[in-house]
């Protein structure tokens, strides 16, 4: 269909060479880590999505509500002419905009690295909005915003599920000075952003009583296992995820039961875990409205709108540049 644009970034020999180097930084590194965007092949983002139908992970559910609670307020304001959506994945928030903008949205760009993901959402959209083109972009949101193509007018950037706050906070200062650029005065910037609340209740939605996080912070793992022939065996690393307090963020990591050798075939590299030793994986900042506003006018993207829903756990931000 030519409603259908499919752009991919990197080559599958380039995506492979950037792999291998960033694993092995984060393995020769003495505090070991791995960045998050490789949890997310066809298993990982099959895995995310259960993971939001989780009773303990509150944000899809709460952002769900709110952004359903605003968004013909929203809509009735903006009419957006185009939506630009990073980490877009399953686009299933999405929908809630696309309904309500259908009078005025002609186009759809999401922008994620899960090819697989983004490939069987932007079909069943092309079926169920006839009237919306679809410009899919299969990259990462810190290097390639600039490939996405000339605004049509009325732009909305979308970045929901609090994905800014899995990068620290010179990258989440960079990306937004990056979206800065592909905005201009008249459209809008939507965050959805997770917000600092009891500790009982962040560390809970980060270790569900299924197991399904676990399962999902191992596959990174088993994604170096396929790609570079490496042999961890998952059962040998403990899922952890504990709030740091003073950072205001959940940390993920990987713990390794006991003295191991993982043998990664693919980087001719042995790797030595001592007992108790950790693999960072990932961090989920949690903010709060002035922490927000402060980095947004960093990027130069004034703050113009705040919701939050009636326990304040979760906000959406409306930024837009002057
Ligand atoms: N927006 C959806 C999905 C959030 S999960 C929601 O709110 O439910 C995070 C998404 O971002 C995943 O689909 C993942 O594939 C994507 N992602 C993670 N890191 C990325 C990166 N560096 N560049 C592009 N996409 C990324
Ligand atoms: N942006 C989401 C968050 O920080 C991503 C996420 C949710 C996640 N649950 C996770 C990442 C579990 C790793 C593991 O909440």
């Known amino acids: 269909v030519d409603r259908l644009t499919f752009d991919v970034q990197v080559t599958n020999a380039q995506a492979a060479t950037i792999f291998m180097e960033d694993v092995h930084a984060g393995m020769v590194s003495s505090r070991k880590f791995l960045l998050p965007k ?19 992970y509150y944000p899809s ?44 949205l002609k186009r759809y760009i999401p922008l994620d690295v899960s090819s697989s993901i983004v490939n069987s959402t932007a079909k069943r959209l092309l079926s169920k909005y006839p009237q919306l083109s679809i410009h899919a972009i299969i990259g990462d949101f810190e290097q390639h915003l600039a490939m996405i193509p000339p605004s049509i007018g009325r732009r909305t950037v979308l970045f929901l599920g609090s994905t800014l706050g899995n990068l620290n906070e010179t990258s989440r200062l960079n990306l937004l000075q990056e979206i800065r650029k592909i905005v201009v005065p008249g459209d809008c910037v939507l965050l959805g952003v997770d917000l600092v609340k009891e500790v009982r ?62 043998r990664i ?34 990027a130069d993207l004034p703050l113009v709108q705040w919701y939050t829903d009636s326990e304040a756990q979760f906000g959406i931000a409306v930024a837009s540049p002057e």
């Not at 709460?62 to 939506?83: F, G, M």
């Not at 209740?201 to 022939?229: C, H, M, P, W």
């Not at 990932?282 to 002035?290: G, H, L, V």
């Open 38 to 56: 490789y949890f997310y092949d066809a298993d990982g983002s099959e895995l995310f999505e259960k993971i939001t139908e989780l009773p303990e």
């Open 61 to 104: 559910r709460v952002e769900t509500k709110l952004l359903a609670s605003i968004v013909d307020d929203l809509v009735a304001r903006i009419q957006p002419k185009e939506i630009v959506e990073l980490g877009s994945g399953s686009s299933s928030k999405t929908q809630l905009l696309l309904n309500a903008s259908q009078s005025s």
């Open 201 to 262: 209740i962040l560390e809970e939605a980060y270790n569900d009583s299924q197991g399904v996080t676990a399962a999902f912070n191992r596959n990174i793992l088993a994604v170096i296992n396929k790609n570079l022939q490496a042999d961890f065996q998952l059962e040998m690393f403990r899922h952890n995820a504990f709030y740091n307090e003073e950072r205001s963020r959940i940390e993920m990591h990987l713990i390794s039961q006991g003295n191991q050798t993982v």
């Open 265 to 298: 075939k693919g980087l001719n590299l042995d790797v030595l875990f001592r007992p108790e030793e950790s693999i960072w994986t990932e961090s989920s900042y949690k903010f709060t409205r002035d922490a927000v506003e402060n980095m947004l006018a960093h």
